[in-house]
């Protein structure tokens, strides 16, 4: 469940309430933009680069403001800074850069950011599953049996395939009778006891009542059996809710982010309800979360933010800043690891698995350590296991983007695998 950030038009697919100061800006520049106002877009697009100068969306749209300007120095500027930050597109098909298309310097610019061949993947540890008619959110295995599980939001259920399942098959794990929503995130108890899903009902979902954002929970299933014991839902306060991603703390409390509303809720040890934890207006829309080394912070990726640090102990919140020669916008999946932190990259191309190491007071360093292989073309979240990080690679989400009239064919998805460096 990812909005864009890179698209061909002048727009913006974020869902802004009381939005923070760069996105409002960048919500009324594009109106001005498409009534025509482009002297009137260019202040407002210039003053969200100085708040966020690594939002590729701002960059894009400077660019396309100024070619049109007659402003070509400054567009081609904008367009460097999307080349320092690793991306790549199709400038040379952008209708809105077609005055700068004669120049040199362009034309630099178009083959730097033109996409790179695959790399070929000689990864034993990818495997397939074969099969697969729905949206593969997430993987995870249990350590003890070596079998493997995998959320399904469109068929509103969790798979498993066992260790000696060569052919890629994949058996549910949980009852059609539970009449689960979309599964997202997975993760298992300490004790083995509970597999925790986190669910929300979508468009693209089978069966009936398949309404984006209508309900959402966090479901305690039964690891013995596959059938769902306890369900928290998120209230029914008017607003639509998606809890896509969680993390359990040691003390056993459960955080979740809501990609629809703006808020971080909290299953305390033995509560029997969702509680509010953190909500804020400059919340965008909440994706990944995870513990730090120490537990003492979460770290939260918002897709159209960047990363959040959160003090458990303060509930104060701050965002990391980038590296010059990176971007943390298009971030989904966040997982701890030795020394930093894990994000999937999927709001920009080539979508792609960072590494990241959390700084106060400064830039916090990043590089790439997975990019550019077969099946990095819809990732989806994944999980750190014996000194490797394993990630859904075709998710299948923009097979059903928009919606098709036919569902499409079952097909193979891969989960790729990364050695943690």
Same mark, same amino acid.
């Given at each position: ?32 933009? $498409?009534? +025509? ?21 701002? $960059? ?18 904008? *367009?460097?800074?999307?080349? &320092? ?17 004669? *120049? ?8 730097? *950011? ?27 295995? &249990?350590?003890?049996? #070596? ?48 597999? !925790? ?11 009936? &009542? ?15 059996? +596959? ?37 971080? !809720? ?15 207006? $400059? ?10 080394? &120490? ?55 080539? #979508? ?30 994944? #999980?750190?296991?014996? +000194? ?27 989960? *790729? ?5």
């Amino acid at each position: 469940m990812r909005p864009l950030l890179l698209a061909a038009g002048f727009t913006l697919s974020v869902s802004l309430l009381a939005a923070p100061r760069h996105a409002g800006l960048l919500r009324e520049a594009t109106a001005a933009a $498409q009534a +025509g106002d482009l002297p009137g877009a260019l202040p407002k697009l210039e003053e969200a680069a100085k708040l966020r100068p690594d939002y590729p969306r701002v $960059q894009l749209n400077l660019a396309r403001v100024y070619a049109a300007l007659q402003r070509p120095d400054d567009a081609l500027a904008a *367009l460097q800074r999307l080349v &320092d930050m690793g991306l790549q597109m199709n400038l040379a098909a952008d209708p809105g850069l077609a005055p700068l298309r004669d *120049l040199p310097r362009f034309q630099a610019l178009v083959a730097a *950011l033109q996409p790179e061949p695959l790399m070929p993947d000689a990864d034993n540890d990818a495997f397939a599953l074969s099969g697969v008619t729905g949206i593969i959110e997430s993987c995870l295995v &249990d350590p003890e049996t #070596q079998v493997w599980y995998f959320s399904d939001v469109r068929n509103r259920c969790v798979w498993q395939r066992g260790p000696a399942e060569n052919d890629g098959r994949l058996r549910k794990f949980t009852s059609d009778e539970d009449a689960l929503d979309g599964v997202f995130k997975l993760a298992l108890s300490a004790d083995r006891k509970t597999l !925790w899903a986190a669910t929300a009902s979508l468009a693209v979902m089978t069966g009936p &009542d398949a309404e984006d954002g209508k309900r959402s929970a966090l479901v305690a299933i039964d690891f013995a059996t +596959g059938r769902a014991r306890t369900r928290y839902p998120t209230p029914d306060d008017g607003r639509k809710h998606l809890l896509g991603d969680f993390i359990v703390a040691p003390d056993g409390s459960l955080y979740a982010t809501d990609s629809f509303s703006p808020v971080i !809720w909290r299953l305390a040890p033995g509560a029997t309800k969702l509680e509010p934890w953190l909500e804020s207006d $400059q919340f965008l829309s909440l994706q990944g979360i995870t513990l730090g080394e &120490d537990h003492r912070d979460l770290f939260v990726a918002d897709y159209a933010n960047g990363i959040w640090r959160i003090s458990l102990d303060h509930a104060t919140a701050s965002l990391l800043t980038p590296p010059s020669n990176s971007t943390f916008f298009g971030l989904d999946g966040l997982y701890a690891v030795p020394g930093g932190l894990l994000a999937v990259q999927n709001g920009v191309e080539p #979508q792609r698995v960072l590494r990241i190491e959390p700084k106060e007071g400064g830039p916090s360093p990043a590089r790439v350590v997975a990019a550019r292989r077969p099946a990095m073309t819809d990732l989806a979240l994944g #999980q750190v296991f014996n +000194g490797r990080f394993h990630f859904v690679g075709n998710s299948g989400w923009a097979l059903f983007d928009p919606p098709p009239a036919h569902p499409p064919s079952a097909r193979t998805v891969t989960i *790729l695998s990364t050695a943690i460096e």
